[in-house]
């Protein structure tokens, strides 16, 4: 939970542009079953990443969003060498890594504070020693004591922070190339490669959002 309301407010923002990509492609026609799965994951998640920003969110039961993300780790690990279309299967399981941790980023945020008593379904009593109240005037409401879960919020923040530099980056680039004034003459009449377009750069934009967001959140739990 985030104490500061503005804080509050920009990372909903933040998740909401993937919520929304993730649910349009979900329910887009044309699109496969495998790929609508892996945007209802993501547009689940950030509805469940905003959520955790808000008091109420601390309401929402953590058992069944640490097996859903769990699960979801699992199926990006486990579809991803199936599915490889012009990629070596090597290199479609090294595409789908970032979304294995931020799956498993996700099962491990709600699992720690799972753990210390401040959300929905546990006693909670003999779990707080894990987690101390922040200042009224800090950015967070609470934050993780332990060394050991401090340490692995601070590793999961830099990490995520750096998957999201790159895919912004990316996203940054794809743009650059569809721009025609920003893209040479060609040569020679080529096709447009399948990821450069306009859904292909939505797409990195979108994830960058997510695996940012969930770095300060991060942050915030250290």
Known sequence: MIAATGLRWILTLLFAAPVGYGVWRAVLPGTRVAERVDHALHAVMGVLMAAMAWPWGMDLSAEPQ????????????????FRAGDRSRRGAVLAAWPHVVMMGAMAWMVAAMNSSGAMAGHSGAGGMHDMHMADASGLAAMTLSGTGPRLVAGVLAAVLAGIGLVWLARALDRARALDPAARPAPTAPTA????????????????????LGM?????LLV
């Open 215 to 219: 770095a300060v959140m991060c942050v």
């Open 66 to 81: 640490v097996v859903l993300f769990s699960a979801g780790a699992l199926w990006f690990l486990s579809a991803a060498p």
């Open 192 to 211: 447009r490669p399948p990821g450069d377009s306009v859904a292909g750069a939505l797409a990195l934009g979108c994830h960058a959002a997510m695996a």
